[in-house]
């Protein structure tokens, strides 16, 4: 028989236990809060305006504040001296609620906040896997790896034929250019598919995606499988992608004619790195020979 002692020494063992799972629940919990490479536990918040009348108890988004910067409301409180998903874009809010822009040092580490909107880009978002506009390479959670980017050389002489943003593959020369607006930003020697077995597709079409430090799979033309590591994804046209290519000690010239990708555009390095900084999903991408 149980007595109403054991009960209840029974019943406070049980609340105990309860409370010390919800003290480490929430222990674990801040914990997350304040890591920022912890994103999957993260809600994102909607990239929306709000107007000076909507911006009332309760309500979630973007408010400009009469001196011109920006703060996020989220359920009727100004977000303050915490990271914020917004539009699964991070933002920085520093202890007065205003969004941050430019480099910052949080907990020892340095992130990119951009300095002002451009194509695909909202001002305040941080750069994650990319490189700064100032060359700076930043990890997949948006801390600076210490290392600035080798520049890659530039031919200022040749305008831009199109008039618009956008990436050239000439596969006759073996040369990739990409302009921003009137300007070359990149230009270097490329690898293209093999001209016989695998020649990379010509025409017009988009980047459909942008994705670092990955590993690109299929077949060689003798039934055999490859798998060949990357570190700058951008495909555009099935599985032809822009991509660095570690493996190849040398591009341009002829190479691609016996030697040459599966179809995809191999490049160096510093030049995948950097037309993956400046471009874009949806990015126009021209291939011609």
Same mark, same amino acid.
């Given at each position: /028989? ?6 209840? $020494? ?71 001296? $915490? ?10 809010? !520093? ?27 909202? /001002? ?83 980047? !459909?995606?942008?994705?670092? !430090? $990955? ?15 990357? !570190?700058?994804? /951008? ?31 191999? /490049? ?22």
């Amino acid at each position: /028989m149980l007595y109403h002692d054991d009960c209840t $020494r029974g019943w406070s063992r049980t609340v105990r236990k309860y409370a010390a799972a919800m003290l480490l629940a929430a222990a674990f919990l801040l914990t997350l809060g304040g890591s920022f490479g912890i994103t999957s536990y993260a809600d994102t918040s909607p990239d929306v305006v709000l107007s000076a009348e909507s911006a009332g108890p309760g309500s979630n988004g973007w408010v400009q504040r009469d001196d011109g910067q920006w703060t996020y409301m989220k359920w009727g409180f100004p977000v303050k001296g $915490r990271w914020e998903n917004i539009g699964d874009r991070w933002y920085w809010f !520093n202890a007065e609620g205003v969004m941050q822009t430019g480099w910052i040092e949080l907990d020892g580490a340095a992130y990119y906040l951009a300095e002002a909107t451009t194509e695909g880009r909202p /001002m305040g978002s941080c750069y994650i896997n990319e490189t700064t506009p100032d060359g700076f390479i930043v990890d997949e959670n948006g801390a600076r790896s210490g290392q600035a980017a080798p520049p890659v050389p530039t031919s200022a002489t040749r305008p831009n034929p199109y008039g618009y943003s956008c990436v050239e593959v000439d596969i006759t020369n073996q040369t990739v250019y990409c302009y921003i607006n009137q300007d070359l930003v990149v230009v270097t020697p490329c690898v293209t598919g093999n001209a016989w077995a695998h020649p990379t597709s010509t025409g017009v079409f988009r980047i !459909n995606s942008k994705e670092r !430090n $990955r590993y690109l799979q299929g077949y060689n033309s003798d039934g055999s499988r490859y798998k060949s590591w990357v !570190n700058f994804w /951008m495909p555009f046209h099935g599985g032809q992608g822009l991509h660095d290519a570690g493996w190849r000690s040398s591009f341009g010239g002829n190479i691609y004619q016996s030697g040459g990708s599966h179809g995809c555009v191999n /490049m160096p390095y510093d030049a995948a790195a950097a037309i993956y900084s400046v471009s874009w999903v949806g990015m126009p991408v021209i291939v011609h020979k």
